[in-house]
């Protein structure tokens, strides 16, 4: 299976506790996306890369939330000091990329991770 | 603000007829626009895609239309089958971030 992979499928969390999640985009996307997803809602972008480095970042971003992309490869998202407003569905995207933007550079999507904080 | 919107939470129609998802954007900067489609406890799949120059693009039982003057897009299945059963999303773009509607859950009744 050559698409898009997260872990932790699901976790679930106290209040407080830090977790981090990781992505592991396509290989040989150069791009790649942070979502979450909360019920009733489409994905809200959080944050990207190109390559290694974090390009763009959401005002949804709090302090609290950290992304890397240490190698250009696999991603990692990190929630400290988890609220319960941090349950939600995170997904991960890549796309071939390229600077400006492609027409054709659509995003594949993991299957995400669900957050639960108790 | 939602700039990608999906009036109509859910749809149903009879296998074998059309379906017509829509959407409506309010940036006028958005250039390309996609619909993914999306099982429970999956993420999003990629379904189709149109590029602002077009007002159409056609991929077997899919076809999307963009109105720009409108601001609306639409997604039609033809015909309708039960397997198309999912929540559906519209998004656009504008450089670097895609925005997404809230969703359309299809049901195609066999």
């Known amino acids: 299976d050559t698409g898009v992979s997260q872990d932790p499928r699901h976790k679930i969390t106290k209040r407080g506790q830090n977790v981090t999640f990781r992505c592991d985009p396509i290989s040989e996307h150069n791009r790649l996306y942070w979502y979450r997803q909360t019920l009733g809602q489409g994905p809200e972008f959080l944050t990207y890369f190109q390559n290694e480095a974090q390009l763009e970042k959401s005002r949804l971003l709090s302090d609290r939330f950290s992304a890397e992309r240490p190698k250009g490869s696999f991603s990692t998202l990190e929630i400290q000091r988890t609220e319960q407003g941090d349950s939600a569905m995170y997904l991960c995207?890549?796309?071939?990329?390229?600077?400006?933007?492609?027409?054709?550079?659509?995003?594949?999507f993991g299957p995400g991770t669900r957050l639960t904080v108790l | 603000d939602q700039q990608v919107k999906q009036n109509s939470p859910s749809l149903s129609v009879q296998e074998g007829r059309i379906s017509i998802l829509n959407c409506d954007y309010t940036?006028?900067?958005?250039?390309?626009f996609l619909w993914y489609k999306k099982y429970p406890a999956e993420g999003p799949t990629f379904l189709i895609s149109i590029s602002s120059i077009k007002d159409k693009n056609e991929d077997g039982r899919f076809t999307v239309f963009l109105n720009k003057s409108a601001k609306h897009l639409s997604l039609h299945i033809v015909p309708s089958q039960p397997g198309d059963s999912a929540v559906y999303f519209c998004?656009?773009?504008?450089?670097?971030?895609?925005?997404f509607g809230t969703g359309t859950s299809l049901t195609v009744i066999p």
């Open positions: 998004a656009a773009s504008a450089g670097n971030q895609f925005y």
């Open positions: 995207a890549s796309s071939l990329g390229g600077a400006p933007i492609l027409p054709t550079d659509t995003q594949y």
């Open positions: 940036n006028s900067m958005f250039d390309y």
